[in-house]
């Protein structure tokens, strides 16, 4: 037997896997399904599946619409720059995955952005990356903050206090003893923090300060690219 037909033996026994356990875990959550809904293994596992693709096939739908209404916007009939596969892949999948409005008009935004010739914006996979781990809250946070200028703000940074509602350019003789904006959005400040969209300031002893921050380069382009012109 050849080294070709082995390989090739290899890798349909290890779809079979994938396959059997993808369905071995289907079967699963219909069995959990089932004893809450007092029915069988199939009702639990038809309920699961149906209102999967439903609610797939109702965000793709939406996403579709959006993308469509965008570029209409824009003077566009149809994208004139192909986006490269392994890019487009990841793309669709999250857009279409995602169940909050704004969170995917970001995606659209991102979309429309990146398939269209003159746009200066080129896909990066680091920003479906970070839209991909972003929260409403975060996304509302980080429009907000590059509302401002950011030539400005790299330097001197930002007041966080008010967050989510507002943002001022910090003033060094001005600005003392600034309190924290509140734990959520603490959290948030520190997820877009973790995600290279922002740098916090640090006490000497290296403890973290959240009255404050700087935004940064990646995270001035990733909003870029998120927003529509």
């Not at 797939?56 to 996403?63: A, D, F, K, T």
């Amino acid at each position: 037997m050849s080294n070709e037909i082995i390989e090739t033996s290899k890798a349909t026994q290890e779809v079979a896997k994938t396959a059997g356990k993808a369905i071995e875990a289907s079967e699963k959550f219909g069995g959990f399904i089932a004893k809450y809904i007092s029915g069988s293994l199939e009702q639990g596992m038809g309920i699961f599946e149906d209102k999967l693709k439903y609610m797939r096939w109702e965000r793709q739908v939406r996403l579709i619409d959006k993308a469509d209404e965008v570029m209409k916007s824009r003077g566009l009939d149809k994208p004139s720059r192909p986006i490269p596969l392994k890019l487009a892949i990841p793309l669709f999948e999250a857009a279409s995955l995602e169940d909050d409005d704004y969170l995917q008009d970001l995606w659209t935004n991102l979309l429309v952005n990146v398939s269209e010739a003159d746009s200066k914006i080129e896909l990066q996979r680091s920003y479906i990356d970070i839209l991909e781990r972003l929260t409403p809250l975060e996304a509302h946070i980080l429009e907000k903050l590059y509302s401002l200028s950011y030539e400005e703000a790299q330097h001197a940074g930002i007041i966080t206090s008010n967050l989510p509602s507002e943002v001022t350019i910090f003033n060094e003789k001005e600005d003392k003893d600034l309190p924290e904006p509140n734990p959520e959005v603490k959290l948030a400040l520190a997820n877009l923090i973790r995600l290279g969209c922002l740098l916090p300031k640090k006490t000497w002893g290296g403890g973290e300060i959240f009255t404050y921050i700087n935004p940064t380069f990646l995270g001035m382009k990733f909003v870029e690219a998120c927003t529509i012109n």
